[in-house]
């Protein structure tokens, strides 16, 4: 069968038309793809500079390096302040206020309190009076960050609260736990200590292992545990020389844990 020359020239330009097409098409699709990343908007500058003060401060405060901390601090409440939002600072001060809970630090949150509670959500309320160590109901544990919902139905320690509290991921949130839970229950349980120290200890956070293993040493000294004792005072002896030989920087922590019963 002969093929004439007209019919492949146009069966030719056919095909290049249709490629043509598809390649339009494609580029349209690509800057309809392009225009919407550039449409979405930017992260407000304090937003972004907060985040990194407070990350800054969080570190140091874990690592005992309290001036790096309280500078970095103040650089985040003074980026907050540029919003004059009170929702926006209380949230930065429960941020802290949970930090140096989850260390043993157990002061009132009074920079949280000086600001007017009429601007403050019902979730920041909530979460106050959970770091506080309330009981708190239905509606208010709804409130909660995740982390922290299940903790709040706990009275007690148990084998079920020390797993619910095992499978929180984030090591922080497990400490907080930890801590609310004890502060809660009014016991110092040696099974909740030892996590809060294999927690500490894992993440290397000199300040809040520092705090839980001085409240290790003491309450195993109460109860005749000697050898837990020695092995609490031998770690912390590691964690305050810096090791074997080296002089360690010194941590700004109150050693009396005895607020903790």
């Known amino acids: 069968m002969r093929v004439h020359a007209p019919f492949l020239t146009g069966l030719f330009e056919a ?11 494609c580029i349209a699709l690509m800057l309809l793809v392009v225009g919407g990343c550039a449409s979405k ?16 401060s969080e570190a140091a405060y874990l690592d005992g390096q309290e001036r790096i901390a309280q500078q970095s601090l103040q650089q985040a409440r003074e980026e907050v302040s540029r919003t004059a939002s009170v929702v926006e600072l209380a949230r930065l001060e429960l941020r802290q206020c949970a930090l140096q809970i989850a260390s043993l630090d157990w002061q009132p949150c009074s920079a949280y309190l000086t600001l007017p509670q009429d601007g403050v959500t019902p979730q920041l309320q909530a979460y106050h009076r959970y770091l506080g160590g309330a009981m708190l109901d239905t509606a208010e544990r709804a409130l909660l960050p995740p982390a922290q919902r299940q903790v709040a139905t706990i009275v007690e320690t148990s084998d079920a609260a020390l797993q619910a509290l095992r499978a929180i991921d984030e090591p922080l949130s497990r400490l907080l736990g930890v801590a609310v839970l004890m502060r809660r229950s009014g016991a110092p349980d040696p099974a909740l200590i030892a996590l809060a120290v294999e927690t500490a200890s894992h993440e290397g956070w000199r300040r809040p292992l520092l705090a839980w293993l001085l409240l290790q040493q003491r309450q195993a000294t109460i109860a005749g545990d000697s ?3 020695n092995e609490a005072a031998s770690r912390i002896h590691i964690l305050q020389s810096g ?14 844990t005895s607020h903790v019963h």
Do not use: E, H, N
């Open 15 to 25: 095909s290049k038309q249709a490629t043509g097409a598809v390649l339009l098409v």
């Open 41 to 56: 908007p930017a992260t407000p500058q304090w937003q972004t500079r907060t985040a990194s003060a407070m990350a800054l």
């Open 227 to 229: 050898a837990l004792a």
């Open 243 to 256: 090791g074997c030989c080296m002089p360690a920087p010194s941590l700004a922590l109150p050693t009396d």
